[in-house]
Nanobody, 124 residues
């Protein structure tokens, strides 16, 4: 079982930036696709970004395209989410997830392991 730990969340003003990290345990980390999701109070978990096992393919939710970048460092067993031009609507708990497949997916049910989440709050 892969274990995931997110970090890097916090409070930032609108227009600012944050970089989230997700450190994973497990020797097969490099074989799996990764994703980031977020959940605001009272709302369903929303797809943010995903990256294939090799890192060669990425995909983004419409609301974050052009502002967020997902990347991974397999040597460090870590996936990142660089978030720029943050907006109050980006506020929520951000979760990273691992999918036991090389290809990415955009729905939560396609992922097998989840981190505990990190809070991101964007003030206006």
């Amino acid at each position: 079982q892969v274990q995931l730990v997110e970090s890097g969340g916090g409070l930032v003003q609108a227009g600012g930036s944050l970089r989230l990290s997700c450190a994973a345990s497990g020797r097969t980390f490099s074989s799996y696709a990764k994703g980031w999701f977020r959940q605001a109070p009272g709302k369903e978990r929303e797809f943010v970004a995903a990256i294939s096992a090799s890192g060669g393919s990425t995909y983004y939710g419409d609301s974050v395209k052009g502002r967020f970048t997902i990347s991974r460092d397999n040597a460090k067993n870590t996936v990142y989410l660089q978030m720029n031009s943050l907006e109050p609507e980006d506020t929520g708990v951000y979760y990273c997830a691992v999918r036991r497949s090389t290809g990415y997916a955009t729905v939560p049910r396609a992922y097998d392991s989840w981190g505990q989440g990190t809070q991101v709050t964007v003030s206006s």
